[in-house]
């Protein structure tokens, strides 16, 4: 999960490699060309279970429906607010609308962890998205602040969208599918819904090789392989786990767009990165030895033996 979420932290500093090409366009090409891949390697297991994804068909639509909104909120937030706040209102607020979706959906609790875990991150996340916004609105007046709450307004629609995949996925993992058919079928089909947007706005990614260069990376590095990464952890941890994990892609998000962009990251964002971090050691602390083995109804159904995954 943390390696997924470092390669997704350079995605928006990558994006601006392709200053020509439009969110949508990105969003795009990202996600829908990185979601036929995922698709097209899983193939065989998802033929192999096409029963079973049948009998999820409606968890599956939900998962590509939130697979094909995501990255067009998701980069048009970026676009809109800057790297650094489209990326933390985006991911950062994402383990709350998974837990709010675990707990209505499945019953399930949150540990003290969890919320500790959760508190210092999206504390974190808020100072980052303050500190970023008061910049962006200081030297350019109203407008540029009406631009940043429509950017953030769209990270919260990322957010949202972001959740339900995870948890369509990972419902569909604790249902006996393997993890590469289950989100091979979610990505593939979410694929298929971009490619209108794709051959709409795509015309600027053909017209430059930097532009191409950017559309390729964006769809093998950070889309596939990642994605690849976070289906693997979706099958040993819950999804209100993997998002609250998906904190470290803004921290890292930020830092690049200080390093390579040029943004300027006031001393409250840095703390927020701190925040971010510290978020990040309590939730991967490994527990101690001999505290009191939780009941099975706080066990996410992930971590019971019985939902282990076959053929993986």
Same mark, same amino acid.
């Given at each position: 999960?943390?390696?997924?979420?470092?390669?997704?932290?350079?995605?928006?500093?990558?994006?601006?490699?392709?200053?020509?090409?439009?969110?949508?366009?990105?969003?795009?090409?990202?996600?829908?060309?990185?979601?036929?891949?995922?698709?097209?390697?899983?193939?065989?297991?998802?033929?192999?279970?096409?029963?079973?994804?049948?009998?999820?068909?409606?968890?599956?639509?939900?998962?590509?429906?939130?697979?094909?909104?995501?990255?067009?909120?998701?980069?048009?937030?970026?676009?809109?607010?800057?790297?650094?706040?489209?990326?933390?209102?985006?991911?950062?607020?994402?383990?709350?609308?998974?837990?709010?979706?675990?707990?209505?959906?499945?019953?399930?609790?949150?540990?003290?962890?969890?919320?500790?875990?959760?508190?210092?991150?999206?504390?974190?996340?808020?100072?980052?998205?303050?500190?970023?916004?008061?910049?962006?609105?200081?030297?350019?007046?109203?407008?540029?602040?009406?631009?940043? #709450? !429509?950017?953030?307004? %769209?990270?919260?629609?990322? $957010?949202?969208?972001? &959740?339900?995949? @995870?948890? +369509? /996925?990972?419902?569909?993992?604790?249902?006996?599918?393997?993890?590469?058919?289950?989100?091979?079928?979610?990505?593939?089909?979410?694929?298929? #819904? !971009?490619?209108?947007? %794709?051959?709409?706005?795509? $015309?600027?990614?053909? &017209?430059?090789? @930097?532009? +191409? /260069?950017?559309?390729?990376?964006?769809?093998?590095?950070?889309?596939?392989?990642?994605?690849?990464?976070?289906?693997?952890?979706?099958?040993?941890?819950?999804?209100?786990?993997?998002?609250?994990?998906?904190?470290?892609?803004? &921290?890292?998000?930020?830092?690049? /767009?200080?390093?390579?962009?040029?943004?300027?990251?006031?001393?409250?964002?840095?703390?927020?990165?701190?925040?971010?971090?510290?978020?990040?050691?309590?939730?991967?602390?490994?527990?101690?030895?001999?505290?009191?083995?939780?009941?099975?109804?706080?066990?996410?159904?992930?971590?019971?033996?019985?939902?282990?995954?076959?053929?993986?």
């Amino acid at each position: 999960m943390l390696a997924a979420s470092v390669l997704w932290g350079t995605t928006g500093t990558a994006a601006t490699f392709a200053p020509g090409v439009g969110p949508l366009a990105i969003g795009a090409v990202a996600m829908g060309v990185g979601g036929l891949l995922q698709a097209l390697m899983a193939a065989p297991r998802i033929s192999h279970h096409a029963s079973r994804l049948r009998e999820r068909r409606g968890t599956v639509l939900l998962g590509a429906v939130s697979v094909a909104v995501y990255p067009l909120a998701f980069y048009s937030s970026m676009h809109l607010a800057g790297v650094a706040v489209g990326t933390v209102v985006s991911i950062g607020t994402a383990p709350l609308a998974s837990a709010l979706i675990e707990r209505v959906v499945d019953g399930r609790r949150l540990t003290r962890r969890w919320m500790l875990a959760a508190s210092l991150g999206l504390l974190g996340t808020v100072l980052l998205c303050v500190a970023e916004a008061a910049h962006a609105s200081g030297g350019s007046g109203q407008t540029s602040a009406t631009t940043t #709450l !429509l950017g953030i307004a %769209l990270g919260l629609v990322a $957010a949202a969208t972001y &959740a339900l995949y @995870s948890w +369509a /996925a990972h419902r569909l993992i604790t249902h006996r599918i393997p993890s590469r058919a289950a989100m091979g079928a979610v990505f593939g089909l979410g694929g298929l #819904l !971009l490619l209108p947007v %794709l051959a709409v706005t795509g $015309a600027p990614l053909v &017209a430059s090789w @930097s532009n +191409a /260069a950017v559309g390729i990376y964006m769809a093998l590095i950070p889309m596939f392989a990642g994605y690849v990464l976070f289906g693997w952890g979706l099958a040993h941890v819950p999804a209100s786990t993997a998002t609250t994990l998906s904190l470290l892609e803004p &921290a890292v998000a930020a830092v690049l /767009a200080v390093l390579v962009v040029g943004e300027r990251l006031p001393a409250a964002g840095w703390t927020g990165i701190a925040l971010v971090i510290a978020c990040l050691a309590v939730l991967t602390a490994p527990a101690r030895r001999g505290s009191r083995r939780p009941s099975p109804d706080t066990v996410p159904s992930s971590a019971r033996p019985v939902e282990q995954t076959p053929g993986r």
